[in-house]
């Protein structure tokens, strides 16, 4: 089987399921596992990643605004590399090629390539995603297996006591503006054992007034911002730090204020954001992140 992944999380599911070999294509933003760098890039990020966010920020909505894409898909690329299956979503429009996108690009292939969309909201439809890649690839027995061990591990968080009372918590998406975390993020908190006041569960992420964050007073802040690895985040973080009232906030006066690599644990409905519960389970208790995980880091009062 030739499989193009056009999706972290799917590059991520096909590679945990053994089938990294059999896949020929990846997009710009496939970075994990290393062994998949070597393949046959199809899309191209039309806004440049490297500014602050606020003018990431605006250089989307104006594309949006307009009708035009944020990636580029090399087509003639994708009919070179001849895919049995074309993995692709349409969850977000700003974090990959969309669905409409990659179909229009995949009328040049023959019939006999299936074009997918994976669309999880929550945890139980992340498990399901994977069964549903190892049933197209023939990998539905290391699926089971696979699904069954993350499984375990949400039912470990989910036994442990929550603490008394829950704490508020605050987790970040984008920096500039600020957006809350929405999708399987609020599930993830109340699992780990908080209360996210400001998420969505199961609906997209939500820009939200500063004024709305004071008033909520969060006892725990985590940064997240989507696509940003534990690097970036850190040096982005002062941007929260400079906002009236900061230095007011609960979880600022505790020292409960931690940056980590969203693209990791928290963004990409794959199998790491299982560790992403790991994380906000030890957070939430204070434990400052359980040892396997490198990305997680306690800021300063100042960010």
């Known amino acids: 089987?030739?499989?193009?992944?056009?999706?972290?999380?799917?590059?991520?599911?096909?590679?945990?399921?053994?089938?990294?070999?059999?896949?020929?294509?990846?997009?710009?933003?496939?970075?994990?596992?290393?062994?998949?760098?070597?393949?046959?890039?199809?899309?191209t990020a039309l806004v440049d990643p490297s500014q602050p966010s606020a003018a990431i920020d605006a250089a989307v909505r104006d594309r949006v605004h307009r009708g035009t894409s944020v990636y580029h898909l090399d087509a003639a690329g994708l009919e070179a590399l001849r895919p049995d299956l074309i993995l692709t979503q349409e969850l977000c429009e700003v974090c990959a090629p969309s669905f409409t996108e990659v179909r229009r690009a995949a009328r040049v292939l023959e019939g006999r390539t299936r074009l997918v969309s994976l669309e999880p909201l929550g945890l139980d439809d992340i498990l399901d995603t994977i069964?549903?890649?190892?049933?197209?690839?023939?990998?539905?027995?290391?699926?089971?297996?696979?699904?069954?061990?993350?499984?375990?591990?949400?039912?470990?968080?989910?036994?442990?006591?929550?603490?008394?009372?829950?704490?508020?918590?605050?987790?970040?998406?984008?920096?500039d503006p600020l957006f809350v975390a929405g999708h399987w993020v609020p599930e993830m908190v109340a699992i780990a054992g908080g209360e996210d006041g400001l998420g969505r569960p199961?609906?997209?992420?939500?820009?939200?007034?500063?004024?709305?964050?004071?008033?909520?007073?969060?006892?725990?802040?985590?940064?997240?911002?989507?696509?940003?690895?534990?690097?970036?985040?850190?040096?982005?973080?002062?941007?929260?730090?400079?906002r009236p009232g900061w230095d007011a906030l609960p979880a600022v006066r505790a020292g409960r204020v931690y940056a980590t690599d969203g693209s990791a644990y928290f963004n990409r409905p794959g199998p790491r954001v299982?560790?992403?519960?790991?994380?906000?389970?030890?957070?939430?208790?204070?434990?400052?992140?359980?040892?396997?995980?490198?990305?997680?880091?306690?800021l300063d009062a100042a960010a």
């Open 274 to 298: 299982v560790g992403g519960l790991e994380i906000l389970a030890a957070l939430v208790r204070e434990e400052g992140g359980p040892p396997r995980a490198e990305g997680v880091v306690r």
């Open 131 to 175: 069964a549903l890649v190892g049933d197209l690839t023939g990998a539905a027995r290391t699926a089971r297996a696979l699904v069954s061990d993350l499984r375990a591990r949400i039912e470990a968080v989910r036994r442990l006591p929550p603490p008394e009372p829950r704490p508020r918590v605050l987790c970040v998406e984008w920096l």
């Open 202 to 242: 199961r609906a997209s992420s939500v820009t939200v007034p500063w004024e709305a964050v004071v008033a909520y007073a969060p006892e725990l802040i985590v940064l997240m911002p989507c696509g940003f690895d534990l690097e970036r985040t850190r040096a982005e973080a002062p941007l929260l730090a400079r």
């Open 1 to 43: 089987m030739r499989i193009v992944s056009l999706l972290p999380s799917a590059t991520e599911i096909v590679c945990a399921l053994g089938l990294g070999d059999a896949l020929v294509g990846i997009s710009h933003d496939c970075d994990y596992p290393a062994e998949v760098l070597d393949r046959r890039v199809l899309s």
